[in-house]
């Protein structure tokens, strides 16, 4: 099944973060993007710059969906 939606595994309480990702080819890089809700939407770059912004997205979303 196709889902459009970040998931958390043991239905959400298991400690990992299941999200749907869409890659594509932009010019000479990659573009990383997760098309869900409006609130957790990103698309970034595989730039140095990119992937930074990438993993701080990636601590945030695990912070908000997974319990510690």
Do not use: H
């Not at 890659?23 to 698309?43: H, I, M």
């Amino acid at each position: 099944m196709q889902t459009n939606k970040i998931e958390v595994s043991r239905g959400g309480t298991g400690k990992a973060m299941l999200i749907p990702l869409s890659v594509f080819r932009n010019g000479t890089r990659l573009t990383v993007s997760y098309p869900g809700n409006a609130e957790d939407r990103f698309k970034f770059a595989t730039s140095p710059t990119g992937l930074e912004k990438f993993a701080q997205k990636l601590e945030e979303l695990f912070a908000k969906y997974v319990r510690a």
